[in-house]
Nanobody
Framework: QVQLVESGGGLVQPGGSLRLSCAASRSIFSFNAMGWYRQAPGKQRELVARITSIGATVYADSVKGRSAISRDSAKNTMYLQMSSLKPEDTAVYYC???????????????WGQGTQVTVSS
């Protein structure tokens, strides 16, 4: 089984910064892609940032320019660095890993348990 464990969430002041971490139980390069999603109360879960095994990245428009997704293969860990945080960034942030498709055609998707980020004065 694949395990993903998020950490780094917490209470941050508006304009502040934080770094979220996602530790995987196997090499992060064994996944086709990894990403961060978030879900605020009453909202749909949305993509924040995504990185492929070759380093291509995608960011949501709402965080573009103030977020950076990265990885450390030696630690099997993916990171999301966020700055200029806003109250609307408040959400539970989830780590995702996409391992491709199974022989039966289903997606091989893995999710962490989430870490709470609260941006408030």
């Amino acid at each position: 089984q694949v395990q993903l464990v998020e950490s780094g969430g917490g209470l941050v002041q508006p304009g502040g910064s934080l770094r979220l971490s996602c530790a995987a139980s196997r090499s992060i390069f064994s996944f086709n892609a990894m990403g961060w999603y978030r879900q605020a109360p009453g909202k749909q879960r949305e993509l924040v940032a995504r990185i492929t095994s070759i380093g291509a990245t995608v960011y949501a428009d709402s965080v573009k320019g103030r977020s950076a997704i990265s990885r450390d293969s030696a630690k099997n860990t993916m990171y999301l660095q966020m700055s200029s945080l806003k109250p609307e960034d408040t959400a539970v942030y989830y780590c995702n890993a996409f391992g491709g498709y199974t022989p039966q055609g289903g997606r091989s998707d893995y999710w962490g348990q989430g870490t709470q980020v609260t941006v408030s004065s």
